[in-house]
């Protein structure tokens, strides 16, 4: 228990500390009996670790390693949800995510592996970082395919045609680059901008790649040929976040110096031009419909734009620091933001009103992702804690701590992945004291990117 004593605090709602501690004691002798007493009493929504906690400490002197060994800063799931990734220093571990079991350990990087990104069939998956290396990796069998070299800084961006035929990976120094992660073969290196590059997005077709710099340009490409479509310019500041429609037809971008602008990727023109935010912006959402863009960032303001009009629709205040993650509703209906002030906030994004304040959390909002059909929000903080909200009432269901700062959350069909400083965490939110009774059995990947 003296061990486990800097996760064991207050917790909020009731029967949230008895789940912490049920997850954190021994699973043989006592402490299973005591786990199974605890389980057994709890009567309403709770939070339950599918595999041993990669915080845990250990009776023995000789420590066998479970996981990665320090922070995990980036998580992907296979498009038909039989495996999960998750990358760390150096390596990328294959997980099953119902069992939360481990399949395979993809070593060769040689340094951090911030960027993860899947084929949008599952056949590979392609991972970069500090080293300055894509690597492309079978996940079922484990073994490396390709290792693209070329890049003279560390990558920063990855991202995939809709069809998987190519890949593009950008770095540090501004450049980005074309590969075939079939083949190996490197296909364009695309020339021009003079800073990095820290946000890629594609078209919904894959007719064009956008990359968006920290020199304020955002420089649209024809993937296959590598010419220089347009070069969107008019941001005073280096961009630091992009966002592009489902269907394509608009894309935009936000700048570090609060300025957010709509663009369309097709003639290059501006649709808008937004300066509201009175500091950075670091997070941009787009309505399932296309029909507004929500942006946010470090003054704690979240702005709501018509996409068609090119005007302001709602400036939302409310939380006392910057906002560190956001995320939209299945459906549209609702907007969430996690702020540095520990607070989440629920607004309507067609009237501008806030829902709900949902207070609770010791430390700021890192992280959130929703259920595929809307019916509960996760949330997890700085301090470790995860919880679970009704998104309509405002509700707490419950909560969980672990070890140290979240950084992603992530929902399988099965499961809530938390990524942190202390490594992976497999999670299963449970109705009552019966394992089986889920409280949801469909949901989407829901990512909120750290910084």
């Not at 710099?213 to 961009?239: C, F, K, M, N, Q």
Request: contains cysteine; hydrophobic residues 40%; negative net charge.
């Amino acid at each position: 228990m003296r061990q486990n004593a800097h996760v064991l605090g207050p917790l909020q709602p009731p029967g949230s500390l008895a789940a912490t501690l049920a997850t954190r004691l021994p699973g043989e002798g006592l402490g299973s009996a005591i786990t199974e007493q605890l389980v057994a009493r709890l009567t309403g929504p709770h939070l339950r670790a599918i595999t041993a906690l990669p915080d845990l400490p250990h009776p023995a002197v000789s420590r066998v390693p479970t996981g990665h060994p320090g922070e995990v800063r980036a998580l992907v799931v296979a498009p038909d949800g039989s495996w999960l990734a998750s990358a760390g220093a150096g390596e990328v571990r294959i997980w099953d995510p119902l069992t939360g079991a481990p399949r395979d350990i993809l070593t060769g990087h040689p340094g951090r592996v911030r960027s993860l990104v899947v084929a949008p069939d599952g056949s590979w998956l392609a991972s970069a970082g500090r080293g300055r290396e894509v690597r492309i990796w079978d996940p079922v069998t484990g073994t490396a395919r390709h290792t693209f070299s070329g890049h003279t800084r560390g990558v920063s961006a990855l991202a995939t045609a809709p069809d998987g035929s190519w890949l593009a990976s950008a770095d540090r120094g501004g450049e980005v680059r074309i590969w075939d992660p079939v083949t190996g073969t490197a296909h364009r290196t695309l020339t021009g901008h003079t800073r990095g590059v820290p946000e890629l997005a594609v078209a919904a077709d894959g007719s064009w790649l956008a990359s968006a710099g920290y020199d304020g340009e955002v420089r649209i490409w024809d993937p296959i040929t590598g010419t220089a479509i347009h070069t969107l310019t008019g941001h005073t500041s280096g961009l630091s976040a992009a966002a592009v429609t489902p269907d394509g037809s608009w894309l935009a971008s936000g700048d570090t110096g609060g300025e957010v602008r709509i663009w369309d990727p097709v003639t290059g023109a501006t649709h808008g031009a937004f300066t509201g935010h009175t500091s950075g912006v670091r997070w941009l959402a787009v309505a399932p419909d296309g029909s507004w863009l929500a942006s946010a960032g470090y003054d704690g303001e979240v702005g709501i734009w018509d996409s068609v009009t090119g005007t302001a629709r709602h400036i939302l205040t409310g939380h006392s620091g910057g906002v560190r993650s956001m995320v939209v509703a299945p459906d549209g209906s609702w907007l969430a933001s996690g702020g540095y002030d520990g607070e989440v906030r629920i607004w309507d994004p067609a009237t501008g009103t806030a829902i709900h304040t949902l207070t609770g959390h010791p430390g700021g909002v890192s992280a959130l992702a929703v259920a595929a059909d809307g019916s509960w929000l996760a949330s997890g903080d700085a301090g470790g804690e995860v919880r679970i909200w009704d998104p309509i009432t405002g509700a707490a269901l419950t909560s969980l701590r672990v070890a140290g700062r979240l950084f992603q959350l992530l929902v399988t069909s099965t499961t809530i992945v938390a990524a942190g400083e202390g490594g992976l965490y497999f999670l299963a939110l449970c109705r009552d004291s019966a394992s089986d009774r889920r409280l949801d059995r469909s949901a989407k990947v829901s990512r909120s990117q750290p910084n």
